[in-house]
């Protein structure tokens, strides 16, 4: 049993996303395609799904790239993890470019990025001239890596 629901309008002929095994943590978006669409290399196009969500409040879903893509054809999300706000009412769609040297071709169908669904907190932001000091202290990328 599902702790939360989102109720979804799915507007593609597609199965509605859905977790592939009992432990996943992303349900796969599927293009909602007329026609196939071929990337070029560096090539970068927005996908429709054909899908539109309502989130409870107080969480958000994220899309992420789907490995398998990323690794045998090199398309993935390109502002991973993009986000969907709770109170978004459009069509998701998602931005996929092509890393590869080759075209590549997306289907209508074809499993495009995955979605995470996730509760989120919103902080009060508090300006200050001064904050508490770590050990860490400025160090920034890398500088806990090689000497």
Same mark, same amino acid.
Do not use: W
């Given at each position: 049993?599902?702790?939360?629901?989102?109720? =979804? =309008?799915?507007?593609?002929?597609?199965?509605? *996303?859905?977790?592939?095994?009992?432990?996943?943590?992303?349900?796969?978006?599927?293009?909602? &395609?007329?026609?196939? #669409?071929? &990337?070029?290399?560096?090539?970068?196009? &927005?996908? /429709?799904?054909?899908? +539109?969500? $309502?989130? %409870?409040?107080?969480? $958000?879903?994220?899309?992420? /790239?789907?490995?398998?893509?990323?690794?045998?054809?090199?398309?993935?999300?390109?502002?991973? *993890?993009?986000?969907?706000?709770?109170?978004?009412?459009?069509?998701?769609?998602?931005?996929?470019?092509?890393?590869?040297? $080759? *075209?590549?071709?997306?289907?209508?169908?074809?499993? #495009?990025?995955?979605? #995470? #669904?996730?509760? +989120?907190?919103?902080?009060?932001?508090? %300006?200050?001239?001064? &904050?508490?000091?770590?050990?860490?202290?400025?160090?920034? +990328?890398?500088?806990?890596?090689?000497?």
């Amino acid at each position: 049993m599902a702790d939360i629901i989102v109720k =979804i =309008i799915n507007k593609s002929g597609n199965e509605l *996303p859905a977790y592939a095994t009992a432990d996943a943590a992303g349900m796969d978006l599927r293009a909602h &395609l007329e026609t196939a #669409v071929t &990337l070029q290399s560096l090539e970068r196009v &927005l996908i /429709p799904t054909g899908l +539109f969500m $309502e989130l %409870p409040a107080g969480y $958000e879903a994220q899309i992420r /790239p789907r490995s398998g893509l990323a690794v045998k054809q090199g398309l993935t999300v390109l502002n991973t *993890p993009g986000t969907i706000d709770a109170d978004y009412r459009g069509e998701v769609k998602i931005i996929i470019i092509n890393l590869s040297n $080759e *075209p590549q071709t997306i289907h209508p169908g074809d499993r #495009v990025a995955q979605m #995470v #669904v996730a509760p +989120f907190v919103q902080v009060a932001v508090q %300006p200050v001239t001064v &904050l508490t000091e770590t050990v860490r202290g400025e160090g920034g +990328f890398g500088h806990t890596g090689k000497s």
